[in-house]
């Protein structure tokens, strides 16, 4: 049997997320979005209710959210402001690698201080000349010792000059390539790091990224996560976690544009009447509706299949950030086409959410790569 509600448990989670977003991200949007800082005391907040780290364990200060749970989460950060939602859920992409892949006492040194401090970690893989092509990461770890020692260069890296701590991916054995990709946790103030100033970016201001310059940065052996040589495999892992959560974003976002839209659409009168009885219009307002709708059951969909070991949760996970970020770029743009020049003004944030919607279809995978992996699951 198939059902498409949420349980009382996940209802209330919604109700959580969406009681957060209304109080400390929807009044706050705009300045963040203006001032393009880290939203620290928002994320401060974030901990002390209990929003930071959803999916990661309990004993770690994480919630036990199933990925699903996490979807519905997500969801709420996404209509209240996709950039504050995504400083947010990035600490979570940060972490994934540790509980995926680091040992007992790895996760309670780091989950500890992570929380301990309210602080955040970020995600680095992508370099300039390695974001789509992992294997052509150029980054190197080599051991001397007891030690790893780390030099590269990274790019375009989420709450880089925010961090406590960097996930980084690196080569061990550069002459076997990406065979040798290696998962460490290198903590930021670590001597050898340089962190650029952040990158100026079109929307999701809120949200800081940076390139990073390693120079014979030393890393505990005991710093690394899992084998060497399990990076690939382990960043991977990520994603197939993660990828749903930018999908919900995306629908929130889209979800919040659309509803302001409509809302403004019913009260604007030209020539007698509301511009909704313009079948112009309300044919837009259905379609922005039903894509809406359309992403978001995708979108559980493929939380269902992860949470259920279901062996096409890596496709329906590349096939759910793809349909719902496509969906929220346009439903956004539709609603700055339903407001008119209202729309583009910054009174109504639906340009915000627009200009928010286009990293959606950049970041963990363009969606041209979510293509790649879909084909190659269907052609197999």
């Known amino acids: 049997m198939i059902g498409f509600q949420l349980d009382e448990r996940q209802m209330a989670i919604q109700a959580k997320y969406r009681d957060f977003a209304n109080r400390l991200i929807i009044p706050n949007r705009l300045k963040y979005d203006e001032l393009a800082e880290f939203p620290w005391e928002i994320v401060k907040a974030a901990y002390d209710e209990g929003i930071m780290n959803g999916p990661m364990p309990s004993k770690f200060g994480g919630n036990?959210?199933?990925?699903?749970?996490?979807?519905?989460?997500?969801?709420?950060?996404?209509?209240?402001?996709?950039?504050?939602?995504?400083?947010?859920?990035?600490?979570?992409?940060a972490l994934t690698p540790l509980y995926l892949a680091a040992n007992e006492a790895q996760q309670k040194k780091f989950f500890?201080?992570?929380?301990?401090?309210?602080?955040?970690a970020a995600y680095a893989l992508t370099e300039p000349n390695a974001g789509s092509d992992v294997a052509g990461i150029k980054s190197t770890a080599i051991k001397k010792g007891d030690k790893y020692i780390l030099n590269g260069h990274k790019r375009y890296i989420t709450n880089a000059e925010a961090s406590t701590f960097i996930t980084?991916?690196?080569?061990t054995n550069p002459e076997k390539g990406a065979r040798s990709l290696t998962a460490f946790v290198v903590p930021t103030d670590s001597p050898g790091i340089e962190i650029k100033p952040r990158l100026r970016k079109m929307g999701q201001k809120a949200s800081v990224q940076n390139e990073l310059i390693f120079t014979d940065v030393e890393i505990p052996e005991e710093n690394r996560l899992g084998d060497e040589g399990t990076g690939f495999l382990i960043a991977m892992k990520t994603f197939d976690r993660t990828r749903t959560g930018v999908a919900a974003l995306s629908v929130g976002n889209a979800r919040a544009a659309f509803e302001t839209s409509l809302k403004w659409a019913k009260n604007r009168i030209q020539f007698g009447a509301p511009i909704t009885v313009n079948q112009g219009v309300s044919f837009m307002l259905a379609d922005m509706a039903t894509e809406i709708e359309?992403?978001?059951?995708?979108?559980?969909?493929?939380?269902?299949?992860?949470?259920?070991?279901?062996?096409?949760?890596?496709?329906?996970?590349?096939?759910?950030?793809?349909?719902?970020?496509?969906?929220?770029?346009?439903?956004?743009?539709?609603?700055?086409?339903?407001?008119?020049?209202e729309g583009y003004t910054t009174d109504f944030m639906v340009e915000k959410?627009?200009?928010?919607?286009?990293?959606?279809?950049?970041?963990?995978?363009?969606?041209?790569?979510?293509?790649?992996?879909?084909?190659?699951?269907?052609?197999?």
Not at 66 to 89: H, N, T, Y
Not at 297 to 324: E, F, H, I, R
């Open 168 to 171: 980084v991916f690196a080569l």
């Open 353 to 380: 959410m627009m200009r928010d919607a286009k990293l959606c279809q950049i970041y963990e995978g363009t969606n041209q790569i979510q293509r790649l992996v879909i084909s190659k699951n269907i052609l197999k």
């Open 112 to 120: 500890g201080r992570i929380n301990e401090e309210k602080a955040v």
């Open 294 to 341: 359309a992403a978001r059951l995708m979108t559980w969909y493929a939380a269902w299949a992860y949470d259920n070991g279901q062996k096409v949760a890596n496709k329906l996970s590349a096939m759910s950030k793809l349909l719902a970020s496509d969906m929220a770029m346009k439903v956004t743009t539709d609603a700055v086409q339903v407001m008119g020049g």
């Open 64 to 93: 036990d959210y199933s990925i699903l749970d996490g979807a519905v989460a997500s969801e709420e950060l996404g209509a209240g402001c996709v950039g504050i939602g995504i400083c947010i859920d990035a600490n979570t992409l």
